[in-house]
C-alpha cells in the first residue's frame, strides 16, 4: 500500500493511497467462493453451481463488498501510519477504479489544530470585590414594593404611570385588521408596551371618555406588513388607576410565605447573596475564558464550527415550539450562529486540552455540591436531584461544569488579578447607567430641564 499525504491549508488534508490489484484479486476469488456454497439458480442443486456461472453472476457485486472493506481497513492503516485524526468522517474518491488495476483512492478531511497552551500570565482579571449590605436589601425589598403595586380606582385624569382599562380598535386604510382590536386590556401609561404616541396620547384620559390615535408602525416593526403603515386606534377608557406603594409589614411578608417582615428580609439577604456569588463566579470566568481565547486562538475545524450551529439552530428551535408542538420554527440563518459557534468550539477544544493535559477529574464531592447548589431554589429539591442524577447526559454536562471550574483555578494561578471593589448593584447590573456627578451648574438647574427626556 502507498500513502502520501498533501496539506491543502492550516487543517486540511488529502491522503492518497493505491491498493494493489493482486489483493483485491485475491479478496474477491474468495468471496466468490463463500458465494458459490449457499447461492441458488435455477437448474443447479445449492452449492453446485459452477464457479464460471457464480463469477458471472457475482463478481461485480463481490467486488464492491470487497472494496468497501478493504478501503476502510486501509484508511485507517493509513491514517495510523501517517498519525493524522480525522475531525470526522473522510471524503472519499476512487480516481482509478478497474479490474487489474490497483485502486487508487484520495481521502479529503479535517485535523484537529495542535495545541500549546501559553501566555497564561498575559491574562488579566479584574475580580469584583463586593461587600452586600444593609442599603442593597432595602432596595431589593422596595423594589418588591413596586413590583407588588396596589390599584385603586380613581376619578382623576390618567397620569403617566397610571394604569387605564381600556378596549381598543385599530384600523388601516379603514379596515380592521389582525391583532388591532382587543377588550379589558390593563395598561400602565409610560411603560413603552405599545407603539408610540399612543400611551402618551392616553395620558389626561378619563373613566368612559373615548379617544381617537392618529399614529404609524414604526418603520423596523417586526410585523412587516405594518411596517410604517398609518392607523387610527379608537380608545376607551374604562377605569383609571393609580398605583399605591404596599406597607412593608407582616401582610407584605405573607405575599411572599414567610411570616415576619424580618423573615422576609432574611430571606431576601440570603437569596441576593447566593446570586451575588454566583454573579461573581461568573465575571470572573468569563474574563478567564476571554483571556485564554485571545492569547491561544486556534484554527478551528470547519465540520466542528458547522455541528455546533446544527447544535444551536436545534436547539432554538425547540426552545420557540416548546409548549405547543404546532408551531414550527422558520429557517434560521446560519450565519446568526457563526460567530458564537466559533466561539465556543475554540474554547472547547482549548479547555479539553487543559483538561487532558493536567488530568484533571471531576471529583464526587465537587459534582454533587453543584448539583445541590443547582437544585436548592425549588422547594422539593430531591427530587429534582433524582431527576438529574438519573439522566446520563445531565450528568455528563454537570461533570464538564466542574472540570470547567477546575480549569478557570487552573488559570487564575498564572493569570493576572487586580480586586476592583464595587457595589452590589454596579456589579447585577452593569449595563445601568451610573448617576451623573454632582455639579454647581446641575444642582441648580431648572427641574423641567433636568427631567426633559433626551
Do not use: C
Not at 463586593?130 to 436589601?137: G, I, Q
Not at 371618555?209 to 423596523?220: I, V, W
Not at 466561539?343 to 484533571?360: A, P, S, T
Not at 448617576?435 to 426633559?452: E, M
Amino acid at each position: 500500500m502507498k500513502v502520501t499525504t498533501d496539506k491543502e491549508n492550516t487543517l486540511g488534508r488529502t491522503l492518497t493511497l493505491s491498493i494493489p490489484a493482486a489483493d483485491i484479486d485475491k479478496k474477491v476469488d474468495a468471496e466468490i467462493q463463500k458465494i458459490s456454497k449457499t447461492v441458488r439458480l435455477p437448474g443447479f442443486r445449492p452449492g453446485k453451481v459452477p464457479l464460471k456461472v457464480v463469477k458471472q453472476r457475482f463478481s461485480d457485486m463481490a467486488r464492491n463488498d470487497v472494496l468497501g472493506q478493504l478501503i476502510q481497513d486501509h484508511l485507517f492503516e493509513a491514517l495510523k501510519k501517517e498519525k493524522l485524526n480525522p475531525v470526522d468522517t473522510p471524503e472519499i474518491d476512487l480516481t482509478t477504479n478497474e479490474p487489474g488495476k490497483d485502486l487508487e483512492i484520495t481521502a479529503k478531511f479535517e485535523v484537529f489544530p495542535e495545541i500549546t497552551i501559553k501566555d497564561l500570565n498575559k491574562i488579566n482579571v479584574e475580580k469584583p470585590v463586593v461587600a452586600l449590605v444593609d442599603k442593597d436589601v432595602d432596595s431589593m425589598l422596595e423594589t418588591l414594593q413596586k413590583q407588588h403595586v396596589d390599584w385603586k380606582k380613581t376619578d382623576k385624569a390618567a397620569k403617566d404611570g397610571d394604569r387605564v382599562m381600556i378596549d381598543y380598535e385599530g384600523r388601516i386604510d379603514g379596515n380592521t385588521f389582525e391583532g388591532g382590536t382587543s377588550s379589558n386590556v390593563p395598561l400602565v401609561l409610560g411603560s413603552k408596551s405599545m407603539i408610540d404616541g399612543f400611551e402618551s396620547g392616553l395620558v389626561g384620559i378619563k373613566q368612559d371618555q373615548t379617544r381617537k390615535l392618529n399614529l404609524a408602525f414604526p418603520k423596523d416593526y417586526h410585523a412587516k406588513d405594518f411596517a410604517g403603515k398609518k392607523v387610527i386606534f379608537s380608545v376607551t377608557a374604562h377605569e383609571v388607576q393609580q398605583s399605591e406603594l404596599p406597607k412593608l409589614d407582616k401582610a407584605f411578608a405573607e405575599r411572599f410565605g414567610a411570616d415576619s417582615l424580618s423573615k422576609l428580609r432574611e430571606e431576601t439577604k440570603a437569596s441576593m447573596q447566593k446570586e451575588l456569588e454566583q454573579q461573581l463566579k461568573s465575571r470572573v470566568k468569563n474574563q478567564v475564558m476571554d483571556g485564554l481565547l485571545k492569547t491561544n486562538a486556534l484554527a478551528v475545524p470547519a465540520a466542528l464550527i458547522g455541528n455546533e450551529i446544527k447544535r444551536m439552530q436545534a436547539k432554538m428551535a425547540e426552545q420557540f415550539s416548546q409548549g405547543n408542538q404546532q408551531v414550527k420554527m422558520p429557517e434560521i440563518p446560519a450565519d446568526m450562529f457563526k460567530e458564537e459557534a466559533f466561539r465556543r468550539v475554540n474554547l472547547g477544544l482549548l479547555i479539553n486540552h487543559l483538561i487532558e493535559e493536567n488530568k484533571l477529574v471531576a471529583s464526587e464531592s465537587k459534582v454533587q455540591e453543584l448539583i445541590t447548589e443547582m437544585t436548592s431554589v425549588y422547594d422539593n429539591p430531591q427530587e429534582i436531584i433524582n431527576y438529574i442524577t438519573s439522566d446520563k447526559q445531565r450528568m455528563a454536562d454537570i461533570k464538564y461544569t466542574v472540570l470547567e471550574e477546575q480549569v478557570v483555578d487552573l488559570i487564575l494561578k498564572s493569570a493576572t488579578l487586580k480586586d476592583k471593589r464595587m457595589g452590589f448593584s454596579e456589579l447585577m447590573n452593569p449595563e445601568a447607567p451610573k448617576p451623573a456627578a454632582k455639579t454647581k451648574k446641575s444642582k441648580a438647574a431648572p427641574k423641567k430641564v433636568a427631567s426633559k427626556k433626551q
